[in-house]
């Protein structure tokens, strides 16, 4: 009888916020980064993608539905965490003939995210985080989080931290194969649990620059690029583990400060010049900067991804200075649209199958 089934299995992703940022391609294809990079994984109880795959003999072509609409599924970054997971099924199906061919069957992907898409808050990386992870599950594979990260970094660079909670790195590697070039632990969110992220939405827009394209022009024109991926990244990325390790918010809140400020400087020397951040953005520097003044120490610091929209990260004892600042000045809105400030929880579990 012609097997009619539908296979499914769901999961969430979380997004991650990098405090030391990925921002250019050594190799496009195999999305292999010129720089290593360092990220908190926020909490999916605010900020969360939502993926079911499903396959089936029914189905006609492979698809995936991103918010109710149709996307393209024939981009190589796609089309890579496909053909590898299907590998790595097909691989055990050969083991055990019993197993159902799903590597054989067309993939359904629905994916939901419940913030703003391409708008700098790490869609990208959620989202392919959990396209992954979900296709894991539906072929039942034993993949570990180090296999699953180096599959979902084809897909958006990214999206290899958020296959972990807590604190997570990601090595750039040195394998022209790309084989080492994987997200790695830091330390788990338990280690420094009472970390906190205020996140100001400035504009839910999707970016006029996406993250792709701007780091492929920064790398091909900024006469900046070179120091900050060979020299200044190398040794912040020393100071954040070990800032991160010690549980040391005056540095960590400095060097997430001065590196995002590092790849801003290196879009606005990219020709033509990318602008990312507006001037909400540089209010919400300055706003920083009075708390950390006011304060006499470093209790409060920003970051901004490929967008304008700011996270501020602190520690649970400041919330009232920092946390409570930012809403009482922005107002906190219900929904993504127009100006406001969200608190969350800085770190949580990486993912979870639903
Ligand atoms: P962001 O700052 O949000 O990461 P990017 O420019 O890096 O913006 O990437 C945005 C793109 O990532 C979207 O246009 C879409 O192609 C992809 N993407 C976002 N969310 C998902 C998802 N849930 N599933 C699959 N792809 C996604
Ligand atoms: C500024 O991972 O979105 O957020 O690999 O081309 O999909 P692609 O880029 P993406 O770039 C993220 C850039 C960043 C910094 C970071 O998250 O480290
Ligand atoms: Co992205």
């Known amino acids: 009888m012609a097997d009619n089934k539908i296979y499914r299995a769901s999961t969430t992703a979380p997004v991650n916020i990098a405090v030391i940022k990925y921002w250019g391609k050594r190799d496009p294809?195999?999305?292999?980064?010129?720089?290593?990079?360092?990220?908190?994984?926020?909490?999916?109880?605010?900020?969360?993608?939502?993926?079911?795959?499903?396959?089936?003999?029914?189905?006609?072509?492979?698809?995936?539905?991103?918010n109710g609409s149709p996307q393209d599924v024939s981009g190589a970054r796609t089309q890579a965490c496909f053909r590898e997971l299907r590998a790595l099924r097909k691989k055990l199906e050969a083991e055990n003939f019993s197993l159902p061919p799903l590597s054989t069957y067309p993939l359904k992907i629905v994916s939901e995210n419940n913030f703003p898409t391409a708008a700098g808050l790490a869609s990208s990386a959620a989202g392919f985080a959990a396209l992954v992870r979900a296709i894991a599950n539906l072929y039942e594979l034993p993949s570990t989080p180090t296999e699953l990260s180096k599959i979902a970094r084809q897909g958006s660079g990214s999206a290899c931290r958020s296959l972990f909670g807590g604190y997570v790195g990601w090595d750039k590697g040195t394998a022209v194969d790309g084989s080492d070039s994987v997200a790695f632990e830091v330390a788990p969110a338990s280690h420094w649990p009472?970390?906190?992220?205020?996140?100001?939405?400035?504009?839910?827009?999707?970016?006029?620059?996406?993250?792709?394209t701007g780091m492929q022009t920064t790398v091909a024109t900024s006469s900046l690029f070179p120091a900050r991926a060979n020299e200044t990244v190398p040794k912040r990325m020393k100071e954040m583990e070990n800032a991160i390790k010690n549980k040391d918010f005056e540095t960590f809140g400095k060097v997430t400060m001065r590196d995002s400020n590092s790849f801003h400087a290196t879009c606005l020397d990219t020709e033509p010049p990318i602008f990312y951040l507006n001037d909400v953005s540089?209010?919400?520097?300055?706003?920083?900067?009075?708390?950390?003044?006011?304060?006499?120490?470093?209790?409060?610091?920003?970051?901004?991804?490929?967008?304008p929209n700011a996270v501020i990260y602190?520690?649970?004892?400041?919330?009232?200075?920092?946390?409570?600042?930012?809403?009482?000045?922005?107002?906190?809105?219900?929904?993504?649209?127009?100006?406001?400030?969200?608190?969350?929880?800085?770190?949580?579990?990486?993912?979870s199958d639903v």
């Open 29 to 66: 294809k195999l999305n292999l980064p010129t720089n290593s990079s360092l990220s908190v994984t926020l909490s999916q109880s605010d900020l969360r993608t939502h993926t079911t795959a499903s396959c089936s003999p029914k189905y006609t072509c492979d698809s995936l539905l991103l």
């Open 194 to 212: 009472n970390m906190r992220a205020v996140i100001l939405v400035v504009s839910a827009a999707k970016k006029g620059v996406s993250s792709t």
């Open 282 to 307: 540089r209010a919400a520097i300055k706003i920083v900067e009075g708390i950390n003044c006011a304060a006499g120490k470093t209790i409060a610091a920003y970051t901004f991804d490929a967008g």
């Open 314 to 351: 602190y520690l649970e004892e400041h919330e009232n200075e920092v946390a409570g600042l930012f809403k009482a000045m922005m107002g906190e809105k219900e929904g993504w649209e127009g100006a406001r400030g969200k608190a969350v929880q800085a770190n949580h579990e990486a993912m």
